[in-house]
């Protein structure tokens, strides 16, 4: 790790040399000795709340890590501000400078890096829907008059539209204001059917009062990259997140963070979410990139 803070300090010339008009990140964490970190509350296993401002998850303790190296090359350690953060604000609020280093559960896709700038992928989704197992639904074919629940903030019924098995059917949207929220719509019955994330999918079923009565089926609506966010033009923050990212991936410690929290019990039922890590991930973790979601088009 002592070559990635001498890296850093090269590639920034120097916090001391820094003359942007714009404060970046790591002087504003200097100058403050804390960082703001953007949690969310119901993103299992990603990012999610244990209650009393503790949070925990994959992307919680990957950006601890990045803290680490941030105290490292700031020469003094940094203490942590969590700042949970919904699907609606998480972008403005790191653009406005409230949140440092968002750690949640984004897509990079391309209309986003023109507001924030992403980290290397840490993770790939894949857009599906969870229903009832006893409702019989297998396919979005088959969502015709029936009520699609998704949070609000997110893209996954815009999505859900576009593709070629549900344009010619219609169906009723509603909308939860995060996403235990929106679960909880399919868990009552308000919805038929919840479209978002596997990964949120399956961490929000394994926390269920009784996860055998849900499943996750359909057709693969969209692959996404999952990364941390920082602000744009801050080339110091982003060469920092990338090396360190880059370092736990050669090292195999983001693959043990991985198996952690997608193939052991985690809190705060010591429930098991069972997502092995895929084949694109796999690849990512070999040839680490920051491609945003059109590069991942389903077919």
Known sequence: MKTLVTAIALAGAGLAGIAHAQVTTLKKVQDAGEIVMGVRESSSPLSFTLGNNQFAGYHVDLCRAIIDQI???VGKPVNIKYTPVTSQNRIPLVQNGTVDLECG???NNAARQKDVAFGLTTYVTEVRTAVKAKSGITSISQL???TVATTTGTTSVQTLRKHQRAQKISFKDLFGKDHADAFLLLETGRAD???MDDNILAGLIANAKEPKDFRIVGEVLSVEPIAVMIRRDDPGMKRLVDLTIRNMM????LAKLYAKWFT???PPKNANVNLPMGATLKGLFANPNDNPMESYAVK
Request: charged share 15%.
């Open 71 to 73: 105290s490292k090359t």
């Open 250 to 253: 050669t090292s195999g410690e």
């Open 264 to 266: 052991s019990p985690i």
């Open 193 to 195: 059917a919840f479209v």
């Open 144 to 146: 015709g008059n029936k």
């Open 105 to 107: 559960s984004t897509t």
